[in-house]
């Protein structure tokens, strides 16, 4: 049965397609950035669009009971004593307990780097979903992803983020593949919710009528951009069709580790590692802000993996706590000034970056982060500064 592309008043308010939108504000103690887009007639990510770390119980995204959840990032009875990571049977123990062990990162990098490998089936690859397009698609699918478990409400957006980035990727090097994408993009977006309900991730909101009714106003919304290929015929079938067509894409890989599944494993690893000495509970908002911007305005890619921005956001996270010296993590290729110029550009409003740590303690912490990400300290550095530069970009970019 094909679809009505009209929609009730309640559905059409909820994609604002006013000439004053703009992405919001994101401003947080460890990763502040205040973008303004030019009035373009986009979908605005706004707080309908938006979830909020705020309100996301800790124990519930990481799984993890002892991880410390004050509101402070230190104790201020206590200085927190660090010490080197012993990797003892207890330690490796804890680690498998908790879901985050050193196998688990090995088989994710593995899972990444297949991802978002280019396509080998020889072809040219065509050109990337235009930006514009990728943040209005990202917006839907936002909105339309309810989680399916209480907790989880960012889940949902960077898994459909990944699936939208490899789709595309994986089905670069079709013929007309960019022309594709542009006209078939309201029911890609159809599929990957559908698929999301299947996995369990979000609940079963997306196959309802009233979403397929949206994704004809989305398709509509697209032809108003002036991408007029864009077909809004939309049926039950099509979308069936279309989620044949994206499991081939991503070579039926449907788990494949965000940038927040990263975070949340390394920040999981940390607490162990550190014997639950820090309160990780704003560093990992923090990082998640930043993890958000970067995902809505660029797509992952094997020069930018999620692994690589996860180990960087932590990185800066920690700093931003005021639990490693910014200088700590400047990367050789630039001078103390340049790299403390770019940590200031995403951090304007603090002043003078202070360490609270003892040098023994900060040595010890490097020591538990390189562990936790199981990556050496000149990569840490590079991902810091991959991370930063990513952070700086996303504010500037105009979709």
């Given at each position: 049965?094909?679809?009505?592309?009209?929609?009730?008043?309640?559905?059409?308010?909820?994609?604002?397609?006013?000439?004053?939108?703009?992405?919001?504000?994101?401003?947080?103690?460890?990763?502040?950035?205040?973008?303004?887009?030019?009035?373009?007639?986009?979908?605005?990510?706004?707080?309908?669009?938006?979830?909020?770390?705020?309100?996301?119980?800790?124990?519930?995204?990481?799984?993890?009971?002892?991880?410390?959840?004050?509101?402070?990032?230190?104790?201020?009875?206590?200085?927190?004593?660090?010490?080197?990571?012993?990797?003892?049977?207890?330690?490796?123990?804890?680690?498998?307990?908790?879901?985050?062990?050193?196998?688990?990162?090995?088989?994710?990098?593995?899972?990444?780097?297949?991802?978002?490998?280019?396509?080998?089936r020889g072809g040219a690859c065509g050109d990337a979903l235009p930006p514009l397009l990728r943040h209005t698609a990202l917006s839907f699918l936002c909105f339309n992803a309810k989680p399916a478990t209480?907790?989880?409400?960012?889940?949902?957006?960077?898994?459909?983020?990944?699936?939208?980035?490899?789709?595309?990727?994986?089905?670069?090097?079709?013929?007309?593949?960019?022309?594709?994408?542009?006209?078939?993009?309201?029911?890609?977006?159809?599929?990957?919710?559908?698929?999301?309900?299947?996995?369990?991730?979000?609940?079963?909101?997306?196959?309802?009528?009233?979403?397929?009714?949206?994704?004809?106003?989305?398709?509509?919304?697209?032809?108003?951009?002036?991408?007029?290929?864009?077909?809004?015929?939309?049926?039950?079938?099509?979308?069936?069709?279309?989620?044949?067509?994206?499991?081939?894409?991503?070579?039926?890989?449907?788990?494949?580790?965000?940038?927040?599944?990263?975070?949340?494993?390394?920040?999981?690893?940390?607490?162990?590692?550190?014997?639950?000495?820090?309160?990780?509970?704003?560093?990992?908002?923090?990082?998640?802000?930043?993890?958000?911007?970067?995902?809505?305005?660029?797509?992952?890619?094997?020069?930018?993996?999620?692994?690589?921005?996860?180990?960087?956001?932590?990185?800066?996270?920690?700093?931003?706590?005021?639990l490693l010296p910014v200088e700590a993590l400047r990367p050789t290729k630039l001078s103390s000034a340049q790299w403390m110029q770019l940590y200031k550009d995403i951090r304007p409003q603090e002043l003078?970056?202070?360490?609270?740590?003892?040098?023994?303690?900060?040595?010890?912490?490097?020591?538990?982060?390189?562990?936790?990400?199981?990556?050496?300290?000149?990569?840490?550095?590079?991902?810091?500064?991959?991370?930063?530069?990513?952070?700086?970009?996303?504010?500037?970019?105009?979709?």
């Open positions: 049965m094909q679809l009505k592309s009209l929609a009730t008043e309640q559905v059409a308010n909820k994609l604002d397609v006013e000439s004053s939108c703009s992405i919001s504000t994101v401003d947080t103690d460890c990763l502040t950035c205040t973008s303004s887009v030019p009035p373009t007639p986009i979908v605005e990510l706004g707080t309908d669009f938006a979830f909020d770390v705020e309100h996301l119980p800790i124990e519930t995204i990481l799984g993890v009971e002892e991880v410390v959840v004050d509101s402070t990032v230190l104790d201020a009875q206590k200085e927190p004593r660090i010490d080197k990571p012993v990797l003892s049977e207890a330690v490796l123990d804890a680690l498998d307990d908790h879901g985050v062990s050193d196998e688990l990162l090995e088989a994710w990098t593995a899972r990444e780097k297949k991802a978002l490998s280019p396509p080998s209480q907790g989880s409400e960012g889940v949902s957006f960077f898994e459909a983020a990944q699936l939208l980035d490899v789709f595309h990727l994986k089905t670069s090097d079709h013929p007309n593949s960019a022309q594709l994408n542009i006209q078939n993009l309201p029911m890609t977006c159809a599929a990957i919710l559908s698929l999301l309900q299947k996995m369990d991730v979000i609940t079963a909101e997306p196959v309802d009528p009233f979403c397929a009714e949206g994704i004809c106003i989305f398709a509509n919304h697209l032809k108003s951009l002036g991408y007029h290929m864009v077909n809004d015929q939309v049926t039950c079938e099509m979308i069936n069709d279309e989620e044949k067509r994206v499991l081939q894409g991503i070579q039926w890989q449907l788990k494949v580790p965000t940038v927040e599944s990263w975070l949340n494993t390394f920040v999981t690893r940390l607490s162990v590692l550190s014997h639950g000495s820090l309160c990780l509970k704003e560093v990992w908002q923090q990082c998640l802000c930043g993890a958000q911007v970067v995902t809505m305005q660029q797509a992952s890619t094997m020069d930018r993996p999620p692994r690589k921005l996860a180990v960087g956001f932590l990185g800066i996270g920690l700093a931003g706590a005021q003078q970056p202070q360490c609270v740590l003892p040098d023994q303690h900060v040595q010890s912490l490097l020591e538990v982060l390189k562990e936790a990400v199981q990556v050496d300290f000149a990569e840490i550095k590079e991902c810091c500064h991959l991370a930063a530069l990513a952070m700086k970009a996303s504010c500037s970019l105009s979709p």
